[in-house]
């Protein structure tokens, strides 16, 4: 029916070595990596063989040749991603703390990031495609969120599917418009993909039995739920369940994870796969993206994930 797209924040990451330490100690720093949550999902979705395309910005510079180029060499469509002449491309710097928790230092709002919005080109490619993935986290973004606004209902309307990943923290409080948004985004969606506390938050009740549950009322087809180095479920609306045990690997960096997962489990599910074997290949696909430096270095494709499945062992 037409690719895969993706909307929103188009990044480089910039990462510091050093763990516990702060900026300054944090020496030295490495990158850029291409990075931003929906281009890391469209990455795996092209690495895969998906038919994918990214809508977003970058700047006139070194830093978004990064990303364009990096997309380019997965098989992702960048005709909609538009190069803005007088903002730089975003970017974020990112450091780890001890307990594993993240600093970032953001440059978005003040960016090419920020300020796209739908054009002829868009909308060309709006009509023609098949699957819109939405971040949670783009709706508080005022550029991508009037794109998915009216992306979501052409797709929809021509028979095409929604995924969304809530993204979005527990903690944080949204205004009552997005919050509304937000939450006829998860009912209109084909698939929801949360992590851990995410899923309460996307349902509006606690517990798995009664947020899932909440959830297929609200009108959502399928829940993958990500549960970091503990694995994954998959929930079907018929009361199905399928537990995917983590592969065992070393983390050297947990960014990103979560986005291959999801870009890998949409992809096979696209290309007819089941659900049990789209969460072989998500889990695998988050399970590498982990064991390397870079937000999206670690993206594989079908036969460098075939490769890391066999050689790899996976929990109980
Ligand atoms: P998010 O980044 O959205 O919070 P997760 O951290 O839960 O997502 O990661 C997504 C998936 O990637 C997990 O469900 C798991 O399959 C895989 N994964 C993530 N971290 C690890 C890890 N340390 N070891 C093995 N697999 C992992």
Redesign the pocket.
Known sequence: LGPTVCVGEILVEIVATTVGEGFLKAQPLVGPFASGAPAIFISQCGRLGGKAAMVGAVGDDDFGRVNTDRLKRDGVDVSTISIDPDYPTGSAFVRYRKDGSRDFVYNIAKSAAARFGWSQTVADLINRSGHLHVMGSALSVASARAVIDRAVDIVKARGGTLSVDPNIRKELKLDEDTEHRFSELVAAADLLLP??EELGRAAGVEGEADATRRLFEMGVKEIVL????E??TYFGSQGDRID?P??V?E?VD?TG???C?GGAYLTCRRLGMSPQQALTY??AA??RN?TVLGPMEGAGTRQELDAFIASTERRR
């Not at 990500?226 to 180095?229: C, F, L, W």
């Open positions: 992590s851990g990500k549960r970091g180095a694995g994954a995917a983590a592969f690997v983390e947990p994870a979560g986005d997962f998500a889990s988050g399970a982990v």
